[in-house]
Nanobody, 116 residues
Framework: VRLVESGGGLVQPGGSLRLSCTASGFSFSAYAMSWYRQAPGKERELVATISGGGGSTDYANSVQGRFTISRDNAKNTVYLQMTSLRPEDTAIYYC??????????WGQGTQVTVSS
């Protein structure tokens, strides 16, 4: 199993970024995928989740209306489109999936910094 995130970077407040997570080693379309983030000194928090087929999504209150999770099962990739970014969105962003035997698999993370 491998999850590889990309797309992070430095962006000004109000800006946008799109994160990608490309998966391999499992039946990607069969599993929900999630994005988490961890800011310095804080616990890792769930940002968004999407079902295996992509028809159901869920978001943390803090990003509702600003972030959009999507997936392309043909490319084994899940995305996080982030708009209206705020300094408090600064964090390392991780993608994750939970296997059928309840084991969590994480990517290495991608840094997002929102600063002027």
């Amino acid at each position: 199993v491998r999850l590889v995130e990309s797309g992070g970077g430095l962006v000004q407040p109000g800006g946008s970024l799109r994160l990608s997570c490309t998966a391999s080693g499992f039946s990607f379309s069969a599993y929900a995928m999630s994005w988490y983030r961890q800011a310095p000194g804080k616990e890792r928090e769930l940002v968004a989740t999407i079902s295996g087929g992509g028809g159901s999504t869920d978001y943390a209150n803090s990003v509702q209306g600003r972030f959009t999770i999507s997936r392309d099962n043909a490319k084994n990739t899940v995305y996080l489109q982030m708009t209206s970014l705020r300094p408090e969105d600064t964090a390392i962003y991780y993608c994750k999936f939970r296997s059928a035997w309840s084991q969590d698999y994480w990517g290495q993370g991608t840094q997002v910094t929102v600063s002027s």
